[in-house]
Structures are given as structure tokens and as C-alpha cells.
């Protein structure tokens, strides 16, 4: 082009800068919601899920300002990427979507797990509760056995045979029912010359003090218990922040071509407006790949 040519232009892009009073650019605003083909199209209408239309127009409408597009080809350019980033916006819906469903669905899977489980494997350890033990579930079992117990001792007034069946867990021996059957068999012969009134009171006094002090232990092993959970907890939810590889995967590749077909709607209108203010604009550069070459 000349310099006349390129001159000329430029003062023709001057003449033309848009309304200026304020019913034209009433008007002019008006636009995006006027125009848009492509973008309503992209609003999702269904039963269960429905897009808001006006964010989308407010969408439409900030990018209509920031580009004025002059002419069918510019406006389509604009609305091509108002519908690239309405459906970017849309996949990181999905990709929040997919998270939500990985941590809180695993979260709900391990809370409404078959409360049996946990049974079965105390069932199947050698010392069941010991192994009961290990968590907060079985050491909130075991105490309650124990706070039974007790208020057994203090309305009979000793240990008896047939309150410690309970911790014969399963017909099965275990440290716990040996060190409370040993204390029983211990109080019930040792009368170190007592009265029999002066002997239960003594017997009851003891019983009492290793029921509570095996109740501490338990709290405190709840309590840790409580803390190591927690922590598994929040690993397991950690590690499940990520989508699924092939969930990933596919939205990764849906946002690469989105973002390529909105860079690409950019540069081709940046280009458009340049040659509009009379730039001299070179053609673009366009290489074509064939498979039979890369073959």
C-alpha cells in the first residue's frame, strides 16, 4: 500500500469511532445481546442443570466493549470467543464437579461402609480387644463394657463372675478379661484377717480404682486414635483432589482446544482491526500438515 493509501485509511477509521451521543451508545450496548449466535447456543437449558443467561450476556457484553467489532466478520470473531470462554469457564465447572464427587464421595463410601467389617476383624485377632483398641470405634466399645461394669461393682459391691462374661469377646480370652479375672479371684480369697462388711468395702474400693484407671487408658488411646484417623482422613481426601486420569485427561485436551480456538479468534480479529485503522498488516503465516508427510 502507498503512503496515500495507508493515510487515507487511517483517516476513514477516524471518522468512524462508534456513536458518540448517549442514545447511540445506548444503542451501541445494545448490541451483544443483539448479536451473539453462537454464544446463546452455547447456554446449556436442561431439566436439571440451566445456565444463566445473563452472566452470559454480561459475558458478551464486556468483551463487546473491550473489542467494539465493526461489521459481521468482527462481531462473529467477538462472539467466537465469548462462547471459547464461556465453555472454558464451563470445564472448570466440571473439573470442580469431578473433585467433589472423588473426595466426598469417598469420604461418604467410608463412613456408610458395612459396620460388620470392623466386627469381623476383631473377631479374627488372636487378643480381640487389643485389637479393638486400635480404633476409635473399639476403644469406645471397650469403654462402655467397662462403665457397665462399674456401675455393676457399685450396685453389687464386687466383682462377680458373671459380669465379666462381656469381655470374653466371642467365647475368646483376652488381655483385658484375664487381667479383670485375675483381680476378681484376687479380692474374693484375700481377706487379710477383715470382716466380711470391711472386705467388700475394700474389694469395691479396688475394683472401682482399675476400672478407672483402665478407663483413662482408654480415653487417652481414643484420643490418639481420634488424631491418627483424622490424619488418614485428610491424606485419603488429599490424594484424591486430583480427577480421575482419564477424566483429566479428558478435560485437559477439551480446555487445550478451547483455548486454541480462542487465541485463534483473537489474532484473527486483532489482525481485522489493524487492517481497519490502516495498518499494513502482513499476511499470515499458514502451514498445512499433511499425515502422508509426517508417514
Given at each position: 500500500?502507498?503512503?496515500?493509501?495507508?493515510a487515507?485509511?487511517?483517516?476513514?477509521?477516524?471518522?468512524?469511532?462508534?456513536?458518540?451521543?448517549?442514545?447511540?451508545?445506548?444503542?451501541?450496548?445494545?448490541?451483544?445481546?443483539?448479536?451473539?449466535?453462537?454464544?446463546?447456543?452455547?447456554?446449556?437449558?436442561?431439566?436439571?442443570?440451566?445456565?444463566n443467561?445473563?452472566?452470559?450476556?454480561?459475558?458478551?457484553?464486556?468483551?463487546?466493549q473491550?473489542?467494539?467489532?465493526v461489521?459481521?466478520?468482527e462481531?462473529?470473531?467477538?462472539?467466537?470467543?465469548?462462547?471459547?470462554q464461556?465453555r472454558?469457564r464451563?470445564?472448570?465447572?466440571a473439573?470442580s464437579?469431578?473433585?467433589?464427587?472423588?473426595?466426598?464421595?469417598?469420604?461418604?463410601?467410608?463412613?456408610?461402609?458395612?459396620?460388620?467389617?470392623?466386627?469381623?476383624?476383631?473377631?479374627?485377632?488372636?487378643?480381640?480387644?487389643h485389637a479393638?483398641q486400635?480404633?476409635?470405634?473399639?476403644?469406645?466399645?471397650?469403654?462402655?463394657?467397662?462403665r457397665?461394669?462399674?456401675?455393676?461393682?457399685?450396685?453389687?459391691?464386687?466383682?462377680?463372675?458373671?459380669s465379666?462374661?462381656?469381655?470374653?469377646?466371642?467365647?475368646?480370652?483376652?488381655?483385658?478379661?484375664?487381667?479383670?479375672?485375675?483381680?476378681r479371684?484376687?479380692?474374693?480369697?484375700?481377706?487379710?484377717?477383715?470382716?466380711?462388711?470391711?472386705?467388700?468395702?475394700?474389694?469395691?474400693?479396688?475394683?472401682?480404682?482399675?476400672?478407672?484407671?483402665?478407663?483413662?487408658?482408654?480415653?487417652?488411646?481414643?484420643?490418639?486414635?481420634?488424631?491418627?484417623?483424622?490424619?488418614?482422613?485428610a491424606a485419603?481426601q488429599?490424594?484424591?483432589?486430583?480427577?480421575?486420569?482419564?477424566?483429566?485427561?479428558?478435560?485437559l485436551?477439551?480446555?487445550?482446544?478451547?483455548?486454541r480456538?480462542?487465541?485463534?479468534?483473537?489474532?484473527?480479529?486483532?489482525r481485522?482491526?489493524?487492517m481497519?485503522?490502516?495498518?499494513?498488516?502482513?499476511a499470515?503465516?499458514?502451514?498445512?500438515?499433511?499425515?502422508?508427510?509426517?508417514?
Amino acid at each position: 500500500m502507498s503512503e496515500k493509501q495507508i493515510a487515507a485509511n487511517q483517516a476513514n477509521a477516524r471518522k468512524s469511532t462508534g456513536p458518540k451521543t448517549p442514545e447511540g451508545q445506548a444503542v451501541s450496548k445494545m448490541n451483544a445481546l443483539k448479536h451473539g449466535i453462537f454464544s446463546k447456543e452455547a447456554l446449556v437449558r436442561g431439566f436439571n442443570l440451566k445456565e444463566n443467561s445473563r452472566e452470559l450476556a454480561a459475558l458478551h457484553e464486556r468483551f463487546w466493549q473491550a473489542y467494539s467489532p465493526v461489521g459481521p466478520v468482527e462481531e462473529m470473531l467477538v462472539d467466537q470467543i465469548v462462547t471459547a470462554q464461556w465453555r472454558l469457564r464451563r470445564a472448570l465447572k466440571a473439573e470442580s464437579g469431578e473433585i467433589t464427587l472423588s473426595v466426598d464421595g469417598g469420604h461418604w463410601a467410608r463412613s456408610r461402609s458395612d459396620p460388620k467389617l470392623p466386627v469381623m476383624l476383631w473377631q479374627l485377632a488372636g487378643d480381640p480387644v487389643h485389637a479393638m483398641q486400635d480404633s476409635v470405634l473399639g476403644n469406645s466399645v471397650v469403654e462402655n463394657w467397662l462403665r457397665e461394669l462399674r456401675e455393676h461393682v457399685e450396685k453389687v459391691g464386687e466383682l462377680t463372675e458373671a459380669s465379666l462374661k462381656r469381655f470374653r469377646y466371642d467365647g475368646k480370652s483376652n488381655s483385658l478379661w484375664a487381667e479383670l479375672e485375675k483381680l476378681r479371684l484376687q479380692l474374693s480369697q484375700d481377706a487379710n484377717g477383715l470382716d466380711e462388711a470391711t472386705r467388700r468395702e475394700e474389694s469395691k474400693k479396688q475394683a472401682l480404682g482399675f476400672i478407672d484407671r483402665k478407663l483413662t487408658f482408654l480415653r487417652w488411646g481414643r484420643t490418639h486414635c481420634e488424631k491418627r484417623e483424622a490424619a488418614e482422613e485428610a491424606a485419603r481426601q488429599a490424594a484424591a483432589v486430583l480427577p480421575a486420569p482419564e477424566v483429566l485427561d479428558k478435560i485437559l485436551r477439551y480446555e487445550t482446544t478451547l483455548h486454541r480456538q480462542m487465541f485463534r479468534a483473537m489474532s484473527q480479529l486483532e489482525r481485522l482491526q489493524r487492517m481497519r485503522h490502516g495498518e499494513a498488516v502482513p499476511a499470515p503465516i499458514m502451514m498445512d500438515v499433511s499425515e502422508r508427510a509426517c508417514a
